[in-house]
């Protein structure tokens, strides 16, 4: 949970290069290898309206504490004037996610096999051994899961942070520095969880590209050892989560009782007003909470930057 949120590459890098050309899949540097930003290039008409549509439905999603608060406020009056506007925000919601969701996962489906396709077909004419091929065929997975899951939650967010803020500051600028008061405990711990998670998924990405091998010999105890060692791995990644977590909740609580106490204490806020403010700090605290995720992506991408295939592989249709 930190202004990490925009530090995610466009391109996955070897290690902490950060060179904005260093090609993926190379360990040498060469420029012939698939990157992010030429898997984009490829599909970059679909996407891109992909991402338009998400973002009219995180603004529509933005927009509606503002109306629900102006709801109460109408009702306890006698108005439904404001229900209204919620019903129809709530409607216009409900549509355009429908409408994104459904389309997303065509493209990206289109995406991810032609993708594997030319990843395969590029290590097998480099005489990689089967295994390992098809270890970082799946691992391949996860440059889609990038434009499909992660970048919509980093948008997302950025919404959630940015918009609650200037929301907030709508109904009481103060509530501005009360709220950005929890990103300095959060750049600090989300710093030490990244080299964290690097470390714990390069170890876990090292056992999975063994998993055929193991499969092939055919040795019961050997597979049982692989397995407790993978599920190992996991483990320690969600432990590490589970600590981010719950010491970032330690700094929520304190921010959410503050915000409450300074809004209220005037004895003038309309109560269609308390519960905008409410669920805007909810929703900062929760676009801060979905850094950690984003975090732990971004050290499985860039340890998986440096396993796949040399060859360009920008599959499907454009």
């Given at each position: 949970m930190s202004t990490t949120i925009t530090a995610i590459p466009n391109e996955l890098s070897i290690a902490d290069r950060g060179a904005a050309d260093v090609r993926c899949g190379t360990t040498d540097g060469s420029r012939d290898g698939v990157t992010l930003r030429g898997l984009f290039r490829a599909h970059r008409r679909r996407m891109l309206l992909t991402y338009a549509l998400f973002n009219i439905e995180n603004l529509l999603k933005l927009a509606q504490p503002f109306v629900l608060g102006l709801a109460i406020n109408d009702l306890l009056v006698g108005s439904y004037v404001g229900l209204l506007i919620f019903m129809a925000q709530h409607v216009a919601h409900m549509g355009i996610s429908r409408?994104?969701?459904?389309?997303?996962?065509?493209?990206?489906?289109?995406?991810?096999?032609?993708?594997?396709?030319?990843?395969?077909a590029g290590q097998r004419a480099e005489n990689i051994e089967t295994s390992r091929v098809a270890a970082r065929s799946a691992l391949s997975r996860h440059y889609v899961d990038f434009f499909e899951r992660y970048l919509p939650m980093v948008i997302k967010s950025a919404y959630s942070v940015v918009g609650a803020l200037v929301m907030l500051g709508v109904y009481d600028w103060t509530l501005i520095p009360i709220c950005l008061g929890l990103l300095v405990p959060a750049t600090l711990l989300n710093m030490a969880y990244s080299r964290k998670t690097l470390s714990l998924n390069r170890k876990l990405h090292d056992q999975l590209e063994r998993e055929v091998d193991v499969i092939e010999q055919n040795r019961p105890e050997e597979v049982r050892r692989h397995f407790d060692v993978v599920g190992m791995w996991r483990v320690k990644l969600s432990d590490a989560e589970a600590?981010?977590?719950?010491?970032?909740?330690?700094?929520?609580?304190?921010?959410?009782?503050?915000?409450?106490?300074?809004?209220?204490?005037?004895?003038?806020?309309?109560?269609?007003?308390?519960?905008?403010?409410?669920?805007?700090?909810?929703?900062?605290?929760?676009?801060?909470?979905?850094?950690?995720?984003?975090?732990?992506?971004?050290?499985?991408?860039?340890?998986?930057?440096?396993?796949?295939?040399?060859?360009?592989?920008?599959?499907?249709?454009?």
């Open positions: 409408w994104r969701q459904r389309y997303d996962t065509r493209v990206f489906n289109d995406v991810y096999a032609g993708l594997a396709t030319d990843l395969i600590a981010n977590f719950c010491l970032m909740e330690l700094f929520v609580l304190g921010v959410m009782a503050v915000a409450l106490v300074k809004f209220c204490s005037g004895g003038t806020a309309e109560p269609g007003d308390i519960f905008a403010v409410f669920r805007y700090v909810l929703m900062f605290i929760m676009g801060l909470d979905s850094v950690p995720r984003i975090v732990e992506q971004w050290s499985r991408m860039r340890d998986i930057g440096g396993r796949v295939g040399r060859r360009p592989m920008m599959g499907g249709r454009k």
